[in-house]
Each structure stands twice: as structure tokens, then as C-alpha cells.
């Protein structure tokens, strides 16, 4: 017995057993060597600002996503620039538990937005994970987030009057299947109110909406009271709220656009309607700025200008089968200007504007539409000559009574003056009965030009 003993307690068992060891460890590395996996080379969180994270040792593309370890777990954060051998990261969440050098893993490819049928009554975040308590969402198919480059001549051209609901658009600045239109006014005039009426109005086989950077309470609100249950049937919303990163701000847009086409491309038309263009272009300064980009125009950078017409352009008529995204797209006129610069850059790049007017709508008139202020650039290619007629006589008629409306409130004015006047006044009253509309009555388009061709014919 102690023989034995003494034999393995030996210099020479002990050896071997190494020796054993050793060999398991060799095998084992040899295994992973003749593996084909590319090998990660990892950097460390050198400096944060803000919400702009710089990072060294690792390399990876603009728009990766990669992962910062923290004290809360592993945080996820996107490459938004680089410089020399920096990247610059933005989180695509909260910022908690970071710490000096902590390790950076740079991931995979771009990210890629998951679409299918399956979001169809679903309400999502940017990242298409779902809000509304009713499980998870599994779809099979990826799209690119930022949306491919369209050939111009491969769009095909508007031709079809598109129902809103809304009398005054449909009668006087009628929307074409296709067409991308802003809504401008200042806070509190309408904006949310008026796109709601479209949503619940407008003819379409699918609405997307997306929610960027607006109130969280809205975002309950418009998917109980404006859509309802009837209306998520065929909708698809992405919240995006004022809290959220402004990376996730931007993302949510992108998405609200890649699922809008995913169902163009289907041969569909998609109804996107996109609150707010101004808190996506504000999320792209606040990044910009963070990086180093300078300010060029009352603080907004030149990328900010860039990106408008990025987001634009994706819709429109350019399905493969036939397909259309018509896009409602709110624009937030700060201070009332008219000429701020996410203002006048959307009214460049989009097809029409309706332009709402807090005096309007303080005087008690919704929707407060400025009809002077307000062009619909395809009008002319949809309706009939008759329709065209009507609606430039009531324009006239309506601008007379606006530019002497001092006036006649007065009594400077003798009636009897000026023939254009006296019309003009004679038939105000109609005109505003006209243009006013309660949010839960509904017009149609022919029953709105049908009513506006009664009135000129009755003037004349």
C-alpha cells in the first residue's frame, strides 16, 4: 500500500499528469484555431461628454452597433463618427454605470430594421421592440434602416386625387395618391388634431405613423382616441418619445419610413403620417454638435440639411409594384416664423405645404388652415379644369375679403366701392361655414368638391 502511494506522489506521475494537462489545453486552442471566426479586437471607453462616448483601440464602421460594458451590464451604442483612430459612440438607451476604460466590443455589420405583417396593430420602439404589451413580434424579413436610392425616373407620376376627409384640403389643396405634404404652424395651433382627422379619414390599405419626439402622453393618446381599435387594424405606430436618446429619435423616423415601404413594395398604398420632421431634424443637431460639427444656420449644422432630404425621398410613388407611401409630415414653425430653416428647407423638398394660422385658430375657426399660405404643387395634375376653376375663384374672392378686412371691420369700406369687394363680402360668412370642420365629422372628396362648385356657380 504505501508503494502505490509513493508511486503517485512520484516526481514522474506528476510529470505525466502535467504533461496531460497540457495537451488537453493544446487540443483545445487547436480546436478554435482551425475554427473560421474572425477575431474581435476590442477597445476601451477613453472619454465622455454629454452623451458622446470616445472610444480607441477598436475599428468599426459608421452606423455599428457596439456593445460598452458597464456596472448595469452591457450597454448597447452606435457609431455616429470617428477621428484619427477615435470613434465617436451615441447610446441608443440610458447611460448608467459607465466607467473609465471600460471595455468596448465593436459588433457586426449595420443594423437593420425587422419587418413584416406580423407589426400590423402593433405599436413599437425604434428598435422594433414592441410597447404594447401583447408579446413579442417575429418577423423574418430585414430591410437596411437607412433605405435604398431610388432611380427618379423609375417614380411614376401622381395622378389620383387622394381622400383626406378634410374639406378644405380636399377642395381647394387636393393631395394626390403619393404626394408628401408638410403641416407648418407654430405649438398649440392644430397640428396633432388635423393629423389625426387624416388618419382616421384618409383612404388607405396600411398607416404608419410614426411619433418622433413628441409628449409620451401623446402616444397613448392618438393609438386609443385617434386610431382606436378599429384603426390599429391596419396601422403600424412608432413611438419615439422627447425622452428617448436622440439617436433612437432619428432611428424611430428611419423605421416609420422602412416599414412604410416594406408594405409600398408589396404593392400597397401606405398612408405615413411622421410627428414631427422638426424633433427628427433636432436629434440629428444634437448629434452633430456633440461630434464637432460646426452650426451654420440659427445653430443647425450642414448634415441637419442632408438628412431632410434623405428621409423625404423615400416615399412617394417609386413601388416596384405599384405601390405608393403618401406622407403627412409636421413641421414646427418656432415662434410662428415661417422662414425658420427646418421651415423653408421642408417646404423646398416636399410636394405642397398646408400652413395653419395661430390667428385663426384664435379666433375660434379649426382647422385653422391659412388658405393663401397654403399650395398643394399636384393639384393641377389631379383634378378636373372645373374643379381647378372653382377653387382658384374662391381663392380670389377669399384673398379680396382678407387683404381689406381692415377695413370693412372699420367701416372705412362703402359698400358699393368696389364690385370685387361687395362679392367678396356678400359671401364671407359662407366661405368660413365652409372651411370650418369638427374633428369627428368626416367629408368626403366628392362631396367637397360638389359643394364648392355649387357655391361659385351660385356667386356667378
Known sequence: MMSEQQSENSPQHSKHQRSSIWCEILQKYKSRAQQ????????KLDRMVGLTMETVGCHAAVGARCLVESADGDMEAEVVGFSGERLYLMPTGEITGLVPNARVIPGKGLYEAKVGDELLGRVIDP?????DGKGPIVCHKSLPLAGKRSNPLARWAINEPLDVGVTAINSLLTVGRGQRMGLFAGSGVGKSVLLGMMTRFTKADVVVVGLIGERGREVKDFVDNILGEQGMQRAVVVASPADSPPLMRMHGAWLATTVAEYFRDKGLNVLLLMDSLTRFAQAQREIALAIGEPPATKGYPPSVFAKLPQLVERSGNNGENGGSITAFYTVLAE???????????ARAVLDGHIMLSRSIAESGHYPAIDIEASVSRVMNDVVTQEHKKA???FKQLHSIYKRNQDLISVGAYQYGSDPSIDEAIDFNDVFMHFLQQDSSEAFSYNDSVNQLLRMVTERE
Open 36 to 43: 473560421d471566426v474572425p477575431l474581435i479586437v476590442e477597445g
Open 127 to 131: 428598435a422594433g421592440k414592441p410597447l
Open 335 to 345: 415662434g410662428d416664423d415661417s422662414n425658420d430653416p427646418i421651415v423653408d428647407s
Open 391 to 393: 377653387a382658384i375663384r
